[in-house]
């Protein structure tokens, strides 16, 4: 059977390929007509022959690169159930971080095939490649199936870290869409006709889509919190210990439940629902990253 590391290397360069290839044809996109045919947001620009392919491959490889990810995601599941028992492909930082990286991408694929946006793929997919690219440079032994320990050895690894690591990929999505709709509105607001930004859809349907991924994220981890404190009772004797990890998903939590009322309530749209994207994204990478590398707690194996 061929080793999941080998497909997890695979995977980053198939990654590297794709994001490059978006940016190739966000470089070969050129403004046009606005389409605004059912199921099409208005202020789509024309592709011209190069963009249209180079957007099809960029498609294809995007595919081909989730595939094999989830071909290395399986085969990490059948090495952990060699060593440990059970197979849940996200028990340490490096693999959590290849789960990510591929609720990303296949996050990404979704909204294309509804949306037919294709410049999107050069800030989504380009997260899913960071993420790859970070778990890559992790330590070697933190790459492999190594035994568990006994707390994480459980069923609520399967329900608990898969939710709330599938929450992280949509405010994932949401922080790169807030990072387009910052460059296009500063764009615009200085006259600039630079192509390359001019390709971007309207500011209005990246900030929809932003607002969407958040809508699709917040509940799911607020239900991976609930999960994380059944767990907590059942193998510590509590639900709640203020550990870092348990108090930074609360504060990732709360500032994203922040944003919705605002957005509810008080019209938050455009420029500062984006700088809030971002914002919430830079805290989820601290809660995800941060915290388990500079904070010690009970969640410090993971």
């Avoid at 044809?25 to 403004?31: M, S, T």
């Avoid at 693999?95 to 591929?102: G, H, I, L, N, T």
């Avoid at 990404?108 to 095939?113: A, P, S, T």
Wanted: charged residues 10%.
């Amino acid at each position: 059977m061929i080793r999941s590391l080998f497909l997890f290397d695979m995977t980053f360069w198939l990654y590297l390929a794709a994001l490059l290839l978006y940016v190739g044809y966000v470089l070969a996109k050129r403004p046009g007509m606005q389409l605004a045919a059912a199921g099409h947001p208005a202020g789509l620009p024309e592709d011209s022959g190069w963009a249209a392919q180079i957007g099809q491959v960029a498609t294809i490889v995007t595919v081909f690169g989730w595939v094999v990810n989830t071909l290395a995601l399986l085969a990490r599941a059948y090495e952990r159930m060699q060593v440990s028992g059970t197979f849940a492909p996200w028990s340490n930082q490096f693999e959590a971080m290849a789960y990510v990286s591929w609720a990303i991408i296949l996050g990404y694929v979704l909204l294309e095939m509804r949306y037919r946006i294709k410049a999107i793929g050069a800030f989504v997919v380009g997260i899913g490649f960071l993420a790859m690219g970070a778990a890559s440079l992790l330590p070697y032994r933190y790459q492999t199936a190594e035994p568990l320990v006994p707390a994480l050895n459980s069923y609520w690894i399967y329900i608990h870290v898969s939710i709330t690591l599938t929450s992280y990929a949509a405010f994932a999505m949401a922080g790169g869409l807030g990072v387009m709709y910052l460059m296009k509105e500063r764009a615009e607001r200085r006259g600039s006709r630079l192509r390359v930004l001019a390709s971007f859809p309207d500011l209005e349907t990246i900030d929809e889509l932003g607002y969407k991924a958040i809508m699709v994220g917040f509940p799911l981890l607020a239900f991976g919190i609930i999960l994380g404190a059944m767990w907590a009772n059942y193998a510590w004797g509590g639900y709640w210990s203020w550990d870092p990890k348990e108090t930074w998903s609360l504060i990732v939590w709360l500032i994203y439940g922040a944003y919705i009322h605002a957005r509810m309530t008080r019209d938050w749209e455009g420029h500062r629902a984006a700088i809030y994207a971002v914002f919430g994204f830079l805290m989820v990478i601290f809660c995800f990253w941060g915290v388990n590398f500079l904070l010690s707690g009970l969640h410090a194996y993971a």
